[in-house]
């Protein structure tokens, strides 16, 4: 599995913190606008980080209207069981071979302790 491009809602506390993690592992990142991007046309999997299935309403509409499109998503609990949940998403990661990724979040997660312990396990 090879991710190539990531993209991160623009202006936004948790896309810094994805964007610094991709950056360390040569993943082109693309800020977007949530509102505005017609981002079902552009990626191939969507990913969206929450804390106890807490999701803000503008992450879920995307989500929803991903799925709608047939485009795979995959919801991460960041305070799950840390090597079950790298796991699970390294497989969907395998399964679905996204090639570009919106990574959707919460401003709130990006101080979360644990999300930096997670995107170490991630495998590209």
């Known amino acids: 599995m090879k991710l190539e ?4 809602i623009e202006d936004n506390k ?5 964007t610094e993690w991709a950056e360390d592992k040569r993943i082109q990142v693309v800020p977007a606008n949530q509102k505005k991007d017609d981002l079902s046309e552009i990626v191939n999997g969507v990913v969206l980080f929450h804390e106890n299935h807490n999701f803000t309403k503008d992450d879920d509409d995307m989500q929803t209207e991903m799925s709608r499109g047939n485009i795979p998503v995959h919801k991460v609990d960041i305070n799950g069981t840390l090597a079950a949940t790298n796991s699970n998403f390294n497989m969907w990661l395998d399964r679905n071979r996204p090639q570009s990724l919106l990574i959707l979040g919460d401003e709130e997660i990006a101080n979360n302790a644990n999300l930096q312990n997670f995107l170490k396990g991630i495998e590209n």
């Open 14 to 18: 948790f896309g810094k913190a994805i």
């Open 5 to 8: 491009t990531i993209y991160v």
